[in-house]
């Protein structure tokens, strides 16, 4: 075993950010998100729209991987996959989810977790088309999470897929698009002194949402 693996349960970190008062925090959520989301960037945080997105499947087996959000507002958070791929085809038979923004170096983190809804075809497309000419055929080379026999089958479809489309317009795969996830509930983590870390809670209910606070 490696050295740094051997004394993995001697890493400390000490936090010191202020206290989290449930009382100072705004009715909203999302604005507190958004206060956050902009405090990580100021940060020059790397990537600070990645989040852990937990998913399941029917006989409750749990995946978890890395996306991007891609938007945000009252309605929920956006992401965009493959349909096909394995958080796709868990979704689609078990459209529930859970969400997690490690924002560790600023000794923050937010986990949401709700039902999970797809977009319309019309979002989906609006999106796909913004992104740049290698994603657009990047999401056409890749059946994400199917068996391969190597990195050179990759190359080989981007290369005929290079020559079918040109330089002509690349259009939205059926088989790609994007999830919004409907939070149900939003859980703000800080790091405290002595680790009496600070959870604020937002649990939804009807238009609203009740504020509270969980132990550490």
């Given at each position: 075993?490696?050295?740094?693996?051997?004394?993995?349960?001697?890493?400390?970190?000490?936090?010191?950010?202020?206290?989290?008062?449930?009382?100072?925090?705004?009715?909203?959520?999302?604005?507190?998100?958004?206060?956050?989301?902009?405090?990580?960037?100021?940060?020059?945080?790397?990537?600070?729209?990645?989040?852990?997105?937990?998913?399941?499947?029917?006989?409750?087996?749990?995946?978890?991987?890395?996306?991007?959000?891609?938007?945000?507002?009252?309605?929920?958070?956006?992401?965009?996959?493959?349909?096909?791929?394995?958080?796709?085809?868990?979704?689609?038979?078990?459209?529930?989810?859970?969400?997690?923004?490690?924002?560790?170096?600023i000794e923050r983190q937010v986990e949401i977790s709700g039902s999970v809804e797809r977009l319309?075809?019309?979002?989906?497309?609006?999106?796909?088309?913004?992104?740049?000419?290698?994603?657009?055929?990047?999401?056409?080379?890749?059946?994400?999470?199917?068996?391969?026999?190597?990195?050179?089958?990759?190359?080989?479809?981007?290369?005929?897929?290079?020559?079918?489309?040109?330089?002509?317009?690349?259009?939205?795969?059926?088989?790609?698009?994007?999830?919004?996830?409907?939070?149900?509930?939003?859980?703000?983590?800080?790091?405290?002194?002595?680790?009496?870390?600070?959870?604020?809670?937002?649990?939804?209910?009807?238009?609203?949402?009740?504020?509270?606070?969980?132990?550490?």
């Open positions: 075993m490696s050295t740094a693996l051997s004394s993995v349960s001697d890493f400390r970190r000490s936090y010191s950010r202020p206290p989290l008062d449930e009382s100072d925090v705004p009715v909203n959520p999302l604005t507190l998100f958004e206060t956050w989301f902009e405090e990580a960037v100021a940060a020059g945080l790397a990537e600070p729209n990645a989040m852990s997105l937990a998913t399941s499947a029917p006989d409750g087996r749990v995946s978890c991987r890395t996306v991007l959000l891609k938007g945000c507002d009252s309605r929920g958070f956006v992401f965009f996959t493959n349909y096909d791929s394995r958080k796709g085809r868990e979704l689609a038979r078990n459209p529930e989810a859970a969400l997690l923004f490690p924002w560790v170096p319309s075809e019309e979002e989906s497309t609006a999106y796909f088309e913004s992104r740049p000419a290698g994603s657009r055929l990047g999401a056409w080379v890749s059946h994400q999470s199917q068996s391969i026999p190597g990195r050179d089958a990759l190359l080989e479809r981007l290369a005929d897929l290079e020559k079918r489309f040109g330089d002509g317009r690349i259009p939205k795969p059926p088989f790609w698009g994007g999830f919004r996830v409907l939070p149900r509930t939003i859980e703000f983590w800080q790091g405290g002194e002595h680790r009496l870390h600070d959870r604020i809670i937002y649990v939804r209910e009807g238009d609203g949402w009740r504020i509270g606070r969980l132990s550490p």
